[in-house]
């Protein structure tokens, strides 16, 4: 596995190396693990401090396992920045935020009161998972997703000024047609209104209670269903579209102009023709000696 950061030279800082930053090692998971459930930990116990009642019952023993936390984290980070040839390099990265951003808040909380509740920046850390359970492999289905996502960009886009339209024109026509007394008091409450009826939330805090105003409230519920599939429908094809980018290739057969062949496909699925044309058909080449031995 190739990192972007480098070890030291010497003995001890490049075994910490080994142990820190890769995962192919028995110590290096169990490093992991250990790293990953500690992190688990502390966000629980941000969590619990933030409920007045256990705040108000275990609020002392919280505090003193947050600092428990913050110095084994600090620790932490102190080993990593020790390992490495370039320690600036990995504070600039991802990673070196993140663990910074982590420790931060509890520090500075003895200058900042309440400033430890950001704490939950840490649960990002749980992001080593990947490297431990080896599911780095779905990285180039995460990539996949993510070009069909800006391929369709000017599609949804479109789509949610649509969407936007429809919205500002329904909250208008409401506010004109429903009384103050059924909640439409200004125009961004009308649109609010408009936003909740045509997602199809519902959250009747708001509701026409004339036969009009009802009228246009079933015309943007069916509205909602209506149109919920269309940036579904935009992202899957991109979807597709990508599947079928990476599995087939847009060369053309030399033999019949035959295009959709898979990547790793040899020979025209149609006329047998071989497809690198780089490089000479091994059946020629087997044709050829026997030719050759035939003569002999």
Known sequence: MTLP???A???????????????????????DIVLITLILLSVAVVFVDSVPS??????GTLYLLEWGFTLLF???????LYCLERPLRYLKSFYGIVDLLSI???????????????LVVRVLRALRVFRVLRLMEFVGEGRMLTQALTRSYRKIMLFLFTVLLII?????????????????????RAMY?????????????????????QFISACMMILGYSIIAVPTGVFSAEVIRSIHAERYSEEACPGCGHEGHERDAKYCRKCGTWLDEDTQDPRLKDDAEGVSQEGH
């Open 5 to 7: 950061f480098e070890p």
């Open 9 to 31: 030279d010497t003995g001890l800082r490049k075994t910490l190396f080994h142990i820190i930053f890769e995962s192919d090692t028995r110590a290096a998971k169990i490093f």
């Open 54 to 59: 256990l705040h108000a019952r275990f609020g």
């Open 74 to 80: 600090t620790l932490e980070l102190a080993v990593r």
């Open 104 to 118: 931060l808040p509890t520090w500075l909380s003895l200058l900042i009161p309440g400033a430890q509740s950001l």
């Open 168 to 188: 500002t024109i329904f909250g208008a026509l409401i506010y004109m047609i429903e009384p103050p007394e059924a909640g439409f008091t200004s125009m961004p």
């Open 193 to 213: 209104w408009a936003i909740v009826t045509l997602t199809t939330v519902g959250y009747g805090d708001i509701t026409p209670i004339t036969p009009l105003g």
